[in-house]
């Protein structure tokens, strides 16, 4: 079996590394692996494949911008990625995350329909049944078309012009009667969302759980943090996030950390990400910056006594897979993807924005914490690469077998 996974960064970023790690799994059980790319560095490797040139993408979105029209460039880079998967010839083409400017969505779904290649769509966040947002939060728009979105300059980026419909149509049309696609979905939430578009509702659908490294992130208490960060034994709330800010109305909900901090003194805070400087913050958080030592993440994953996560909407939640592995209960806001792929028994989330809800939430939590080795071991059996590999590669064998045979056109080494 042959597999071509299109994404848009390489070994950067977490779908990069997601699409690094299954092709590396891919090939430990003899499946062949091609990745297809559009942005990042290029990788010198003859199965991975740089589709679009960096001042292209920049190219295409200006053109975005001025069209109002987010996935409908990649005019050059569409036809190359089209030429190569006619070249390769896979027996399943698994789109991953293919935002980034680089490729034409509906050009390359619809001609991956009209030469019936047998794909895979892999739902990371809601833009392709949305066709404009990468989350629509409370907005339902999605579900009958899109029309005359408010916010679509803060969404599409569109200088001028209000073509959000125009977009939905598009993807729409792109998708209907592709009877050779399934849709998986990282979590349940996003499954249940996605059942519900125009789009792909007479899809089938599965959930597959983002995989990790479960060599790294496993419970392993690093007797050096401890020495250095709480030699008190001071109990430690953990906060992972791309960026930490106080800003209001944050996605990723920094503001609420900090009200916890002050509202609960007796607790240590640690924040690892890049983070907003000159904040007023209360002396119980201590700011980590970015950690780009995975083996460090998991120490201090292993070490917290709790991981608290604020964000208001999330497609899975690699922080609260990363957070159990380690052995550490999670907490936080209900956010859509993490509380339906946690694990019951370790975790609890309240309402987004109850700030008084959640505090109770860390101290009941705090009273009885779980057995850290038994908590890591029924987290890797959910979320490690072997897992996600074994039930990607199921998926592609039941795409394969039970899909009547089609005979496909001749297809045109030119592309598109």
Not at 7 to 25: A, E, F, H, P, Q
Not at 89 to 99: A, G, Y
Not at 116 to 145: I, P, R, S
Not at 402 to 407: A, G, K, M
Request: with cysteine; proline share 2%.
């Amino acid at each position: 079996m042959k597999v071509l996974q299109i994404n848009c960064v390489y070994n950067s970023g977490s779908t990069g590394k997601i699409v690094r790690d299954l092709g590396v799994g891919l090939l430990n059980y003899k499946v062949e692996s091609i990745v297809c790319y559009g942005r990042g560095k290029k990788v010198e490797k003859s199965n991975i494949h740089k589709v679009c040139r960096e001042w292209e993408s920049y190219v295409y979105h200006i053109w975005s911008r001025l069209s109002g029209v987010m996935y409908g460039g990649g005019f050059y880079s569409t036809k190359k990625l089209c030429r190569i998967i006619a070249r390769e010839s896979p027996d399943v083409v698994h789109i991953q995350c293919i935002n980034g400017y680089f490729v034409n969505i509906y050009k390359l779904i619809t001609w991956l329909k009209h030469k019936h290649y047998k794909t895979v769509l892999t739902l990371h966040a809601e833009f392709m049944y949305t066709a404009n947002c990468g989350c629509a939060f409370d907005c339902e728009k999605w579900m009958n078309g899109c029309i005359r979105c408010e916010q679509y300059k803060g969404i599409t980026q569109s200088m001028l012009l209000n073509n959000t419909g125009y977009s939905w149509k598009k993807m729409k049309d792109a998708f209907e009667n592709f009877n050779e696609l399934v849709v998986v979905s990282v979590s349940p939430w996003i499954m249940k969302r996605a059942k519900k578009s125009p789009m792909l509702n007479d899809k089938r659908h599965f959930v597959v759980f983002n995989g990790l490294d479960s060599s790294i992130f496993h419970f392993n208490k690093s007797r050096k943090l401890i020495e250095k960060y709480c030699p008190d034994e001071k109990k430690i709330v953990f906060h992972a996030t791309p960026f930490f800010t106080d800003d209001e109305g944050h996605i990723k909900g920094g503001k609420y950390v900090i009200e916890l901090a002050e509202q609960m003194p007796d607790l240590q805070f640690v924040v690892a990400g890049r983070y907003k400087d000159n904040m007023k913050l209360p002396k119980n958080i201590l700011l980590l910056g970015k950690i780009t030592n995975q083996f460090e993440l998991a120490n201090w994953y292993s070490l917290a006594s709790i991981t608290v996560i604020t964000s208001k909407s999330e497609s899975f939640s690699m922080i609260v897979a990363e957070s159990l592995c380690c052995g550490t209960s999670v907490v936080g806001f209900q956010a859509g993807g993490p509380e339906s792929i946690a694990i019951p028994e370790y975790s609890e989330f309240v309402k987004y924005g109850d700030i008084a809800a959640l505090k109770s939430c860390i101290t009941k939590v705090l009273e009885k914490i779980p057995e850290k080795e038994y908590v890591s071991g029924e987290a890797v059996k959910l979320y490690s690469l072997e897992a996600m590999t074994q039930n990607y590669i199921s998926i592609y064998k039941t795409l394969c077998c039970s899909l009547e045979i089609v005979q496909r056109e001749d297809i045109d080494e030119k592309g598109c």
